[in-house]
């Protein structure tokens, strides 16, 4: 998994899909325009303890022409909302959910194909386990991959305490578990410190959210 961005980081406290996948579920079953270039976004990936599936997409035609494809393909069976930025149509077949997230710029369309199961639900997960948090945090999702000799974790939580408060405890807590402070400056009226222990990086971002604090934790492990 590639370091994300400050940007990057920030915009998925918000914009992150919270889709569930598990194996039996995958892209030969996903109906794909013609026009579509599509490439591997996310295969490997787990998201709150299950895997998922999400591919980029471009194509040169208009988002009605994409969004039209779809609706013929899967009829009254489709639904269609707005997720932040996207658009997006979706089905469920066979307990598989299949969601198409687009937009459009000049003329041509782009998104995100997102594959995932209906949990079942007596699942119990526990999420967050070995990730540095504060005493009140809850852990809204957490999310691993698996890149050959890297290891990629994105958590996010949120915590009631503010976002000074939280600068503090993890200056302690990472120094106490010999992550060195290798950067720390101010964001959008929140803080990034990253820290780093030989080659690998932790990418910590902490942004108010009314009251409470919203924190996303980028970790990079390299084996």
Known sequence: ???LSTSAIISMLSLWPLVEARADCDFTDFPIM???????????????????????FSAAVSSDSVVGFYRRRWRDRSSESTFGPWQQIGTLEDECFFTVQYGAAGGNTFGRLLISKVPE????????????????????????????PKEGRVTIITSEQSVSELVSF??????????????????????????????????????????????????????
């Open 1 to 3: 998994m590639s370091k």
């Open 34 to 56: 013609p026009e579509m270039k599509v490439s591997s976004l996310m295969d490997n990936a787990e998201y709150n303890s299950r895997p998922l599936g999400v591919r980029s």
């Open 121 to 148: 639900a007596d699942t119990e997960q526990t999420l967050g386990v070995d990730v540095v948090k504060p005493s009140d945090a809850l852990v809204v999702s957490d999310m691993k991959t698996d890149d050959g």
């Open 170 to 223: 993890y200056r302690s807590e990472m120094s106490r578990s010999n992550w060195s402070l290798e950067q720390s400056f101010n964001q959008a009226g929140g803080s990034v410190l990253v820290f780093r222990k030989g080659v690998s990086e932790n990418n910590i971002v902490i942004m108010p959210a009314g009251g409470s604090s919203q924190i996303l934790i980028n970790e990079v492990e390299i084996n």
